[in-house]
């Protein structure tokens, strides 16, 4: 009796048909969402709505060229649109900038990118706090809102500053349109239901067509209520800006503000959307693909463009499990963008304001804001000077302002670690700080410290004062540094443990250095001289053991 085989090849054929499937399923999910989300998002920064699908379909192609991630989206963003826009504003009011700068933007952000991506600066992408991050989209998300607030009204908008947008809001509430407010209340309505109870709906899209098919049947473009008119329908212009040397080095410091932020956005969509494969992050060659969608984006006469959370969301909930995803979209979305521009002459729009207002409330972090509030007032302090700084200065000086509140806060932080002493637990080897509660055993003549941060420059006075305080009053024989804690040494700390060790010298007793356990640490005391300063034989593994070695009286407990 014979048995039919079956060919191994056949489950597998049937495997990624099924995962071709999905894809495919994902890519007109995504596309749902992407349509109206790029058209309002090329609105927000004042272009027209078809360069938004043009930026979606060559950051896809560059990011599925390039990128690592299987599942990760860019294309025209709602967190980096207000920067630029802002940016080119203020630089075109010195007549420093022609009309084709964002393209010009787009392609320095790509060269930006890219390098850091070959460079491996991911690292970058980590300085910007919690606090300061949770600030600086809560500024962001105020800029979306009040520009959206005319569209929105029906009423005429007020310069890119938020005092003139708020002044214009202040003098047209007496014209506000009604039918327009209801369009837009109503879509933003739709849109927080949908993800509220059905979250796989394109809700944006189903409300986008409800406002249109509204404004075609009750004719309401004849009320007052502004469409989009027909838009321009072809392939875009693929072709680099003509630009001389004076507008790039103008653009360069807006295109790193630009790139910065992009990287940290890219960096926490790269580790929360992780590959179906499990496969870890690579997040400098994610850098890389964004470059490179940037790059794409520039030649096709369009503005910068980042990583996308909520896209990327839909996209792996959709079941996504490749790029092919993203690119099916895209293909949807050229296709719309090069023959179906009149389908969207009717599209009112109140309706897009009510999807961007979507996308500012979306974005503030209530629930992390009242967390840090709760728990921490200086860093609670953090968000709300950063998100000031974003909502009233220009929004590109206000992102640096968050970098630098970031970075100081980390200074701070640092500066404020002093050493402490330790004392034997008793009964054990283990030298630990006292806690309440629980006596420690003392050894006579005998200090030992120890300090829980990196030893820099920001730190080093403040270490050398304390520990030199403690030799004076207690005068003891045998001083050692507990340095298990201490991950970096640079030359002005290793300057102050000369001058402790000195000081030690002086009055006739001994510096010892235990635990150096951080490679960089022990290295950093070779290269400045400290261990050659206080003898190799003086450089030990645990206290204990520099305890019982060096003190006269280690095994007299007091």
Known sequence: ?????????????????????????AGLTLAAITIPEQMATARLGGFEPQLGFYAFVAATLGFVLFGASRVLTAGADSTITPIFVSGLAALAVGGAIPAGSATLLAILVGLALVLAGLLRLGWIADLLSVPVLTGFLAGIAVHIAV??????????????????????????????????????????????????????????????????????????????VAVLGALPSGWPS???????????????????????????????????????????????????????????????????????????????????????????????????????????????????????????????????????????????ALVLLTAAAIVWLPVETGVAVGIGLSLLHGVWMTTRSEPLEQLRIPGTTIWWPPEPG?????????IVIAFPAPLLFANAESFRHGVLALLTERKPTLLVLDAGGIPAIDYTAAQALLAVAEACRQRGGIFAIARAESVRALQALEDFGVIAEIGAEHVFHSV???????????????
Request: charged share 15%; hydrophobic share 55%; net charge positive.
């Open 1 to 25: 009796m014979s048995h039919a085989s079956v060919s191994p090849e056949k489950p597998i054929a049937i495997g990624r048909a099924g995962a071709f499937g999905r894809d495919l399923l």
């Open 147 to 224: 520009s959206q607030l005319p569209s929105l009204l029906g009423i005429p908008g007020g310069g890119h500053h938020i005092a003139g947008q708020l002044s214009a809001l202040w003098h047209g509430l007496h014209s506000v349109n009604l039918i327009s407010l209801a369009i837009g209340l109503a879509t933003l309505a739709i849109v927080n239901l949908c993800e509220r109870f059905a979250p796989r709906l394109p809700g944006a899209l189903l409300a986008l067509v409800g406002a249109t098919a509204a404004v075609m049947l009750f004719r309401l473009e004849t009320h007052g």
């Open 238 to 380: 693929l072709a680099p800006p003509v630009l001389d040397w004076a507008d790039i080095r103008s653009l360069v410091p807006l295109a790193l503000v630009i790139a910065l932020v992009v990287m940290m956005q890219t960096a926490t969509v790269s580790r929360s959307f992780r590959d179906p494969s499990g496969a870890e992050p690579r997040v400098d060659r994610d850098f890389i693909g964004i470059g490179a969608a940037n790059l794409l984006a520039g030649l096709a006469s369009t503005f910068p463009v980042n990583a996308s959370p909520p896209r990327t969301a839909v996209a792996a909930e959709s079941g996504g499990r490749s790029q092919l995803a993203a690119a099916t979209a895209a293909l949807i979305v050229l296709a719309l963008a090069v023959a179906g521009g009149s389908l969207l002459a009717q599209v009112p729009v109140a309706a897009l304001a009510g999807v961007l207002l979507f996308v500012a409330q979306r974005i503030v972090r209530v629930e992390v804001i009242r967390r840090i509030a709760g728990q921490s007032r200086s860093e609670f």
């Open 438 to 446: 629980r006596h420690g055993e003392q050894v006579e003549g005998v």
């Open 544 to 558: 204990e053991e520099a305890v019982r070695a060096l003190a006269p009286a280690a095994k007299g407990a007091s």
